[in-house]
């Protein structure tokens, strides 16, 4: 028998990411390290974001995790294919006067099927993502313009690092105490968060990276460089420095999901020049509100 519950705290974030990395593969939508960044770099925003967990035996079996006002994420057992429909339904009956939209990966048939059958309509155009992976044999060089270090984020950086991050995807809601939270939690590893540091001492850029040790793999997320730095390779160096500290900390694969559309194509030019290649994309599906689809 399959039982639910809702989202109580860090202990069901725990089983949320053993489901993550038990199912996971290159190909996957969710790596353990996307779920601590996700719920932890912003803080006071819980009450957006309904969660529920399906679980049997000890095992949690599916996911769902609603990004109101009617965005859902989820993961869903391949082994129960059955459960992306309880899924969805309880996504369906949360969020009623809204319209829908799900992401999943390409690799995921079983969630395409479970969607197509319940009438989302997969958008082709717009923004999508690309899953990316390499090995971690043969690393790039880490190429640093003079005056510029590379090195793992300590605690006297990390007002800096917070600075970093909200200039380059501003607006950001990241601040000191959520960034303090991401670095507490599982798997998060001092020596996997790498910056660079410019020569006037501030964080000029920097690539956090996860590892999952069960899968040996880790998964960049995020990276960032600080607008005027950037044109100086300065990403490329942090991702090269933390594809080495994964390597020591005993990862074989690196993973990384930037955009994949022509309207951004930076990042993913830049992680398929460090040496990443395609596996999978994202695709994007949408349900209008029951109340829009009648008038």
């Given at each position: ?11 069901d ?8 990395s038990?199912i996971w593969?290159?190909e ?9 960044w996700?719920?932890?770099?912003h ?8 969660t ?7 095992r949690?079996l599916a996911w769902?995790?609603?990004e ?5 994420e ?9 459960l ?7 996504f369906?009956e ?13 690799s ?7 969607l ?30 003079a ?8 605690d ?12 380059a ?5 990241v ?10 939690a ?8 790498r910056?660079v ?6 964080v ?8 999952d040790?069960?899968a040996g ?8 460089t600080?607008?005027e730095h ?8 942090a ?12 990862a ?17 030019r ?10 999978a ?15």
């Amino acid at each position: 028998m399959v039982d639910t519950r809702r989202y109580a705290g860090p202990r069901d974030l725990r089983a949320m990411q053993e489901l993550t990395s038990r199912i996971w593969s290159p190909e996957s939508r969710w790596h353990v390290g996307d779920l601590a960044w996700g719920r932890f770099q912003h803080v006071g925003r819980e009450a957006e974001w309904p969660t529920m967990l399906w679980h049997a035996g000890g095992r949690t079996l599916a996911w769902g995790w609603i990004e109101l006002p009617g965005h859902l994420e989820l993961a869903v057992d391949p082994g129960r294919p059955e459960l992306a429909d309880e899924v969805l339904g309880w996504f369906e009956e949360t969020v009623r006067d809204a319209d829908r939209s799900v992401v999943v990966s390409s690799s995921e048939t079983h969630l395409v099927e479970a969607l197509e059958r319940r009438g989302y309509l997969r958008a082709d155009g717009g923004p999508f993502f690309v899953h990316l992976s390499r090995d971690l044999q043969a690393l790039p060089e880490i190429r640093l313009p003079a005056g510029y270090v590379a090195r793992a984020v300590g605690d006297e950086d990390v007002p800096g690092r917070v600075l970093a991050h909200r200039a380059a995807f501003h607006p950001s809601r990241v601040s000191v105490e959520s960034y303090s939270a991401v670095r507490v939690a599982w798997p998060y590893r001092r020596d996997l968060d790498r910056c660079v540091v410019a020569p006037d001492g501030s964080v000029a850029a920097y690539c956090l990276l996860w590892l999952d040790e069960a899968a040996g793999a880790a998964r960049i997320e995020p990276v960032g460089t600080v607008p005027e730095h950037r044109g100086r390779g300065l990403a490329g160096a942090a991702c090269s420095a933390g594809l080495r500290a994964a390597r020591a900390a005993g990862a074989e694969l690196a993973v990384v999901a930037p955009r994949g559309d022509d309207a951004y194509p930076v990042p993913a030019r830049l992680y398929r020049g460090l040496g990443f290649q395609d596996r999978a994309r994202s695709l994007h599906f949408h349900a209008r509100a029951a109340s829009d689809a009648q008038s």
